[in-house]
């Protein structure tokens, strides 16, 4: 009997990684972390590689891309922009007719100048659909996915803020962290003029 329950454990745990490693190789590696923000208005993604942009462009209508991406950044772990590949994008998306490209390039915790870039872009409704992405799509393009869902789209902070993770918790947009007390003190440009 004891054999049996060690048997399952194991089988439930090696079908567990083996859907957690293909979820991951396909979410990563080939979608690129594209996720749906607010459907035919906002997508999110890591990069997506020059040769490919054409064809996400066209699947979802996307009119402008905002890359929250800059060369020579210290932090190489969680911004390791390679200039090469920011004008390999460029001219990428120079080449897709009536695309837009913004390249407004942010740390992990946005400055209220890369705001007010944002701000500018997202008011214009002309440039939607809209697809924000950083390097890995997971912290940046999370951030700004969170911040227009709150000022777009009436979204609370924590909730915005919860919706980056699966689990927030341990994260960095957990309370107690850098982008997660961003997040859960952010005051919407509404509440700010309301002032």
Same mark, same amino acid.
Request: hydrophobic share 40%; proline share 5%; glycine share 6%.
């Given at each position: 009997?004891?054999?049996?329950?060690?048997?399952?454990?194991?089988?439930?745990?090696?079908?567990?990684?083996?859907?957690?490693?293909?979820?991951?190789?396909?979410?990563?590696?080939?979608?690129?972390?594209?996720?749906?923000?607010?459907?035919?208005?906002?997508?999110?993604?890591?990069?997506?590689?020059?040769?490919?942009?054409?064809e996400?462009?066209?699947?979802?209508?996307i009119?402008?891309?905002?890359?929250?991406?800059?060369?020579?950044?210290?932090?190489?772990v969680?911004?390791?922009?390679?200039?090469?590949?920011?004008?390999?994008?460029? @001219?990428?998306? +120079?080449? &897709?007719?009536?695309?837009? %490209?913004? $390249?407004? =390039?942010? *740390?992990q915790?946005? #400055?209220?100048?890369?705001?007010?870039?944002?701000?500018?872009?997202?008011?214009?409704?002309?440039?939607?659909?809209?697809?924000?992405?950083?390097?890995?799509?997971?912290?940046?393009? @999370?951030?700004? +996915?969170? &911040?227009?869902?709150?000022? %777009?789209? $009436?979204? =609370?902070? *924590?909730?915005?803020? #919860?919706?980056t993770?699966?689990?927030?918790?341990?994260?960095?947009?957990?309370?107690?962290?850098?982008?997660?007390?961003?997040?859960?003190?952010?005051?919407?440009?509404?509440?700010?003029?309301?002032?």
């Open positions: 009997m004891k054999k049996r329950i060690i048997k399952i454990v194991v089988a439930v745990l090696v079908i567990g990684a083996i859907f957690w490693a293909k979820s991951f190789f396909y979410d990563y590696k080939m979608n690129h972390n594209f996720k749906v923000i607010s459907e035919g208005k906002v997508y999110k993604s890591g990069v997506i590689p020059p040769e490919k942009l054409a996400f462009v066209k699947e979802h209508k009119k402008s891309i905002i890359d929250l991406r800059f060369p020579g950044t210290a932090d190489l969680n911004n390791p922009e390679i200039p090469t590949e920011l004008i390999a994008e460029k @001219e990428a998306a +120079s080449k &897709i007719e009536g695309l837009n %490209y913004f $390249n407004l =390039g942010s *740390d915790v946005p #400055k209220p100048e890369n705001l007010e870039y944002f701000f500018k872009i997202m008011d214009n409704k002309a440039n939607y659909p809209v697809l924000i992405h950083c390097f890995h799509g997971v912290g940046r393009a @999370e951030m700004y +996915s969170a &911040i227009y869902r709150i000022e %777009y789209e $009436n979204w =609370g902070r *924590d909730d915005a803020r #919860k919706e993770r699966f689990l927030t918790k341990f994260s960095s947009f957990d309370l107690g962290k850098p982008k997660g007390d961003f997040l859960h003190s952010y005051v919407k440009r509404k509440e700010k003029t309301a002032k």
